[in-house]
């Protein structure tokens, strides 16, 4: 089955095609950091009309280097939400239009679920079940995934995603939009110890996180050095790396527990976040000692894009027709009377099959 994915649910346009039987065929995508750059943050409406001017030369970018035709596209998947509203809309027109032109059946894709499913592209492939760290711009959550479409919720941040607390105190740095990786780098050249940054939620008995406090204490250290006119290079790099320590200590801690708690021996981590390094050292560390294996996506698909959509598009497609479950986002027949509807907030869970026990 040949599956094009098509994401465009905040400020990165992705395009796939990805064949059940021969992998991933192509992928493209296009990224609108110096349209938001600016701004310090995402704008809206510049995204969607970015995405709108993307969409169809990165679709025939994706066609040309797989070398195939339209006609052959058995399955068009497109990211259905959770985002931005707008931008969710181009992506869903453009799927759906392109779908109808060509007589094939199209499916909304959740964001996260591609996430979820993308270290499936790494190389084993985890096999199911497993507990997933999903770390995103957006989200943070603790999952136990016991197959396509079920998902247990164990754990989520009560405020700031792990992304947007790097990406603000990338900002509170000086470093530009999206700060995460910036951050990461400052962070390289920071020496340990000179900060006593907060652990939220580190004793709190539940997988839940909370980040905001410790972007405000990072916040507060800026503040204080700016006024004492200390803030250079070794004040910001030691902050950022302090930043992430504290970051990195609570996500293993988290993570640990939901392993114990869960008896799973398969972590996959998998989102933006899912990127950084010493986060990937800090695991590798903290689960020295057990038996459990970590599994992340090749690095170019930690963030949002293309393929992850279609993986999804092609293995929910499978699923739901396979076992007839009436899950939302998949159709099981094409039917265009009914138009189609984004759902830019969309909880995981509701993904789960009726019945199924999960919050
Ligand atoms: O998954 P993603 O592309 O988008 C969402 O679904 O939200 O994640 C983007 C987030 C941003 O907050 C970005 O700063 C962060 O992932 N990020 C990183 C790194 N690379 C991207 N954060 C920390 N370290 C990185 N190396
Ligand atoms: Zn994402």
């Excluded at 969710?88 to 499913?117: D, M, N, Q, R, V």
């Excluded at 949002?304 to 159709?331: F, H, P, S, V, Y």
Aim: hydrophobic share 40%.
């Amino acid at each position: 089955m040949l599956v094009l994915g098509i994401e465009s649910s905040c400020d990165e346009t992705g395009l796939a095609l990805y064949d059940s039987e021969r992998g991933l065929l192509s992928h493209a995508l296009h990224s609108q950091v110096e349209v938001h750059a600016p701004y310090g943050g995402v704008v809206p409406e510049l995204a969607s009309r970015d995405h709108i001017r993307r969409l169809s030369p990165l679709l025939r970018q994706v066609l040309q280097v797989a070398q195939c035709s339209p006609t052959t596209i058995d399955l068009v998947a497109y990211t259905r939400g959770p985002g931005l509203a707008g931008a969710l809309l181009t992506g869903a027109a453009f799927a759906e239009s392109f779908a109808c032109a060509l007589g094939k059946p199209a499916i909304g894709i959740h964001h996260l679920e591609g996430h979820l499913l993308s270290p499936l592209f790494s190389d084993p492939p985890p096999a199911f079940p497993f507990v997933a760290l999903l770390v995103s711009g957006g989200h943070s959550q603790l999952l136990d995934v016991q197959g396509v479409g079920n998902y247990r919720l164990l754990g989520e941040t009560l405020d700031d995603a792990a992304g947007e607390a790097f990406d603000k105190s990338a900002m509170l740095l000086g470093l530009p939009y999206p700060g995460g990786a910036a951050l990461s780098q400052l962070a390289d050249k920071g020496n340990s110890g000179h900060f006593n940054l907060p652990r939220p939620l580190l004793s709190s008995g539940t997988l839940d996180f909370s980040f905001s406090g410790l972007k405000t204490a990072v916040r507060t250290r800026v503040a204080q050095a700016q006024q004492e006119d200390r803030f250079d290079d070794d004040f910001r790099s030691d902050l950022a790396l302090a930043f992430q320590e504290a970051m990195c200590e609570v996500l293993c801690a988290k993570t640990l527990t939901a392993l114990q708690n869960s008896g799973r021996q398969r972590l996959v981590v998998a989102g933006g976040v899912g990127a950084n390094h010493q986060l990937r050292n800090s695991l590798k560390v903290t689960l020295r000692e057990s038996d459990v294996h970590i599994y992340y996506p090749p690095l170019e698909f930690c963030t949002d894009n293309g393929a992850m959509i279609a993986l999804a598009g092609a293995m929910r497609w499978e699923e739901t027709t396979c076992k007839q479950t009436d899950c939302r986002g998949a159709r099981q027949k094409i039917d265009l009377s009914g138009g189609f509807s984004v759902l830019p907030r969309w909880p995981l869970h509701e993904l789960s099959p009726p019945g199924a026990s999960y919050i």
